[in-house]
């Protein structure tokens, strides 16, 4: 798990994710599965007790708090909901 705290520390994953190109699908709002070397990996991105934007990935690098590619990709697609809710 990582805070989100802008985009400069999601660059490195952000590079790798467009090389790779995981799946990424819905679940709900903030959760999302994400196509992985081992399968899905479930990706939860959502707003902690004091107001940090919070990411969380079931991989191994994300529980060595690592910004996973998993992260960033689920990250595109919910950033995109969150706008379209904020404007709707
Ligand atoms: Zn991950």
Known sequence: MFILKGISQLEKAIAKAKKIRPRVEFDCFGRYRVSGSKGYYTVVC?????????????????????????????LSLHIGLARRQETA
Not at 46 to 73: F, I, M, N, P, Q
């Open 46 to 74: 959502r707003k902690d007790e004091r107001g940090y934007k919070t990411v969380a990935c079931t991989c191994k690098g994300a529980e060595r708090g690592l910004v996973c590619y998993h992260s960033v990709a689920a």
